[in-house]
């Protein structure tokens, strides 16, 4: 498989593209005024410990207090052996799995300050999550401060070079600190790994003496901005190539790339083209699909990918594919193609959470089992942890995926005002029953005779036009005299009832 990475940089807005036999499969994005978090190291002050949840809040400093389970709190707690690729335990499972053997309000108090890591953004209502077990990621190795373990990432799966790292790794392990050797660090000598641990306990030494000056809450760590970080975590031998667009990028990129792995540098390319970057390799379109509700599969399928604060629920039909034998064969074709589809849109979405998949109905065990298996084969490409399930009798596969951020949906995009994030809004024909409703109480509550009634254009055209005479029965029948009158200011289902006398705007006794 021939990876690509292309990096669009602007001084406000950083895109990255991660592209897979030439087809866009992640997009990461970061605004200068929404830096991401994830990694960064905070002295927070606790606000309170809940015992019922087992749980604390936490201070760091952000607008919304960051929340810490007692899953996070002791070291001893997490299995790091065989520790997959990353800079600390996301498993969405952990606080499921847990077994409760530590009680929070036995470590933890109001007022008290910690250190603590936060490895979940703010998403929606909540505040961001955070651990007490720190782990600072280098190119090769992961170093978790308080620890006395050493993991291998679940990535590097030869036998023989996960025991020849692990016996290397043990020799070189700082006192009170555990190790992790990352997916880059397969194949990797000691002198590569000595280097790391040098860099990365010369830096949690730093932070702890910044720790034991300041007040909490404060920042104490950043960690690597967007490209770099990027840089260090999956530029491999198996990544073709880095394509940027700026120039200054490219300078401090390609001396990262000299510092750890100078054999890579000749796959660091500048684009200088006059077409914008990502035009070039056309792939704003593919990013503008990956907004849509609806993804057409070649066939003539199609999936549809619906988002809720709880979960994501993501619907397969066949669309316009028939098929040629019969419905048990297309729909198994329809399935393989959506699986494919879904494992993809899931990375480039970088959708989270709890997901659940409504594949077609299949009778036969064989084919749901073919189709659950593309599935995970599909899924283990993706860098973040998934775990998905078997097919049930309706068709329905439930899985999980790390979320670290919100998804390219809630990052690009922000509640509609109209509908209040429903996805519909009320039809014309409701909205004139409703404001039929609106005009009755109105006449009985208010005791005015002449009223005006400011709709949206839409609503107002409905109302005179198709309800004209309706309007005037009521009218006679009610006693009033109704002036409806078009606003563009408004809504769909917004509207203004006021008096015609005095001109008073009485809609916060009747907006219900």
């Known amino acids: 498989m021939k990876r690509e990475i292309l990096i669009n940089s602007d001084p406000h807005e950083t895109r990255i593209a991660i592209l897979e036999n030439k087809a866009l499969a992640e997009l990461l994005v970061e605004r200068s005024d929404r830096r991401r978090r994830v990694g960064d190291i905070y002295k927070g002050r606790v606000n309170a410990v809940l015992p019922g949840m087992q749980a604390a809040f936490v201070d760091i400093g952000l607008p919304k207090t960051a929340f810490l389970h007692v899953s996070d709190l002791v070291e001893s707690l997490v299995d790091y ?27 933890l108090e109001k007022g008290q300050e910690i250190l603590v890591q936060m490895t979940k953004e703010a998403i929606g209502t909540k505040g961001p999550r955070v651990s007490a077990q720190v782990s600072l990621p280098g190119r090769y190795l992961v170093l978790m401060p308080g620890a006395d373990h ?23 392990k700082p006192a009170k600190a555990g190790l992790i050797v990352r997916t880059a660090g397969e194949g990797k000598s000691k002198r590569h790994f000595n280097s790391d641990v040098r860099f990365l306990t010369k830096l ?36 073709h190539r880095i394509v940027i667009d700026s120039k200054r990028n490219h300078r401090q990129i390609l001396s990262y790339v000299k510092s750890f792995s100078p054999e890579l540098k000749d796959r660091v390319k500048l684009y200088t083209g006059k077409t914008p970057i990502f035009d070039y390799y056309g792939l704003e379109a593919e990013i503008e699909k990956a907004m849509n509700r609806k993804i057409w599969l070649k066939k003539g399928g199609y999936i549809t990918v619906d988002q809720t604060e709880a979960l994501v629920a993501i619907d397969v039909n066949t669309g316009r594919y028939v098929g040629r034998k019969n419905q048990e064969e297309t729909a198994l074709k329809t399935n393989l193609e959506a699986a494919r589809e879904i494992a993809r849109q899931l990375r480039l979405r970088d959708v989270g959470g709890i997901i659940v998949v409504d594949f077609i109905d299949m009778e036969e065990e064989s084919n749901r089992k073919a189709v659950i298996d593309e599935f995970r084969a599909r899924l283990r490409k993706d860098r973040a942890r998934t775990k998905a399930f078997q097919i049930s009798e309706l068709g329905l596969v439930e899985m999980t995926r790390q979320r670290e951020r919100p998804s390219l949906l809630h990052y690009f995009s922000e509640e509609c005002p109209t509908c209040g994030g429903v996805g519909r809004v009320l039809s014309l ?82 907006d219900v």
């Open 204 to 239: 949690w030494r730093r932070i702890e003496s910044k720790a034991s000056k300041a007040r909490a809450p404060v920042l104490l760590h950043r960690d690597m901005e967007l490209v770099a970080g990027l840089i260090r975590d999956i530029f491999t031998e198996d990544v």
């Open 150 to 172: 050493v993991g291998i990432s679940r990535r590097i799966d030869e036998r023989g070079e996960r025991q020849r790292l692990k016996k290397l790794i043990k020799s070189l």
């Open 429 to 510: 024909e409701s909205m004139s029953m409703r404001m039929e409703r609106v005009l009755k109480r109105a006449s009985v509550e208010l005791g005015e005779k002449k009223l005006q009634l400011r709709v949206s254009p839409a609503v107002a055209v409905f109302l005179l036009e198709k309800r004209g005479p309706r309007l005037e029965q009521l009218e006679k029948r009610l006693g009033i005299e109704v002036d409806v009158v078009d606003d563009p200011s408004l809504g769909r289902e917004d509207f203004k009832l006021i008096l015609r006398r005095g001109h008073r705007d009485v809609t916060s006794q009747f």
């Open 81 to 107: 052996d065989d520790m997959d690729d990353a800079p600390f335990d996301e498993d969405e499972d952990v606080e499921r799995e847990f077994k409760q053997t530590v009680k929070i309000e036995d470590h």
